[in-house]
């Protein structure tokens, strides 16, 4: 018992980071099974993109599930609708 409080207290920092690794290794791998499964079930305009973003997502791992999260599946922040009309008017900037 004495050695493995010893050990314990030896290890204690790597412990820590031991487990923020392991949460950060399923949080990731969550993420990209949802970009995964999303990008398999959206319908896209164009015919190839279905394909084209499954294997982006897939090879490129986590950094292709986050380049898909903010290129796809995000809708943007703000709306351009009322620039663009206006522009096509020629009353915009």
Do not use: C, H
């Not at 690794?21 to 190839?48: E, N, V």
């Amino acid at each position: 018992m004495e050695n493995f409080k010893d050990l314990l207290d030896l290890l204690g920092p790597f412990i820590w980071i031991i487990v923020i690794y392991y949460l950060l290794l399923i949080t990731f791998s969550i993420f990209w099974l949802m970009m995964l499964l999303d990008a398999a079930k959206r319908k896209y305009p164009k015919q190839g993109d279905k394909t084209r973003w499954l294997f982006i997502i897939f090879l490129l791992g986590i950094f292709g599930a986050i380049w898909y999260y903010f290129s796809v599946k995000r809708k943007p922040l703000v709306d351009n609708s009322y620039n663009k009309n206006n522009i096509q008017n020629g009353t915009g900037l």
